[in-house]
């Protein structure tokens, strides 16, 4: 069963650089692009990253995301204590016709 | 202002049936794919189903396969998800989502969401 892969926690400083990755195989990740939301519990998840770079507008410029393989990973910069929140990555699995989310990975700010 | 409503949600029994209504306002709803997706009490966010902007393609994660489906109305601007023989698994908030493309849809990437409805299934 294709799954994407991601650590359960993140943690880091005000101002730090963080990183978050996210591991898929060769029919999800390694075919398709990766999408990345930010969800702060008890509201909607908002669109952070899609087509595996590309910003919608009002993401400000800390957050990047990337891909190579069958990885991606999403990078924040000059973190602030309101990136505090769970991040999912999102890829469209061709093996299942379906969507997969990542488990999520829970981002604290120390 | 541009935003999903949804509403359906509430208590029902393992076995029983609900269905969701999301209503789409202050954008075409016709020309963008939609997407239900979930989230159990202390768990992720779980993608359910997906269908396009006409309503002739949808799909559904293997968990929900058989049980439940996905539909739309674009004159009524509404999408809707039938849910048949639902277990104790299926308690979630559920979330209705827009793509993000006009036309041809990503089905992964979705620019507005609604803020959830609660579905629990329990005797």
């Known amino acids: 069963q294709p799954v994407l892969t991601q650590p359960p926690s993140a943690s880091g400083t005000p101002g730090q650089r963080v990183t978050m990755s996210c591991s898929g195989s060769s029919s999800n990740i390694g075919s398709n692009h990766v999408t990345w939301y930010q969800h702060f519990p008890g509201t909607a998840p908002t669109l952070l990253m899609y087509?595996?770079?590309q910003r919608p507008s009002g993401v400000p410029d800390r957050f990047s995301g990337s891909k190579s393989g069958t990885s991606a990973s999403l990078a924040i910069s000059g973190l602030q204590s309101e990136d505090e929140a769970d991040y999912y990555c999102?890829?469209?699995?061709?093996?299942?016709?379906?969507?997969?989310f990542g488990g999520g990975t829970k981002l604290t700010v120390l | 202002e541009v935003q999903l409503l949804e509403s359906g949600g509430g208590l029902v029994q393992p076995g029983g049936s609900l269905r969701l209504s999301c209503a789409a306002s202050?954008?075409?709803?016709?020309?963008?794919?939609m997407t239900w997706v979930r989230q159990a009490p202390g768990k992720g966010l779980e993608w359910v189903s997906g269908i396009s902007a006409s309503g002739a393609i949808s799909y559904h994660a293997d968990s929900v396969k058989g049980r439940f489906t996905i539909s739309r109305d674009n004159s009524k601007s509404t999408l809707y998800l039938q849910m048949n023989t639902l277990r104790a698994e299926d308690t979630a908030i559920y979330y209705c989502?827009?793509?993000?493309?006009f036309g041809s849809g990503t089905y992964d990437t979705f620019d507005l969401w609604g803020q959830g409805t609660m579905v629990t299934v329990a005797s």
């Open positions: 989502a827009k793509d993000l493309n």
């Open positions: 202050r954008f075409t709803f016709k020309d963008y794919a």
């Open positions: 087509r595996n770079n």
């Open positions: 999102v890829a469209w699995d061709d093996s299942l016709k379906g969507l997969l």
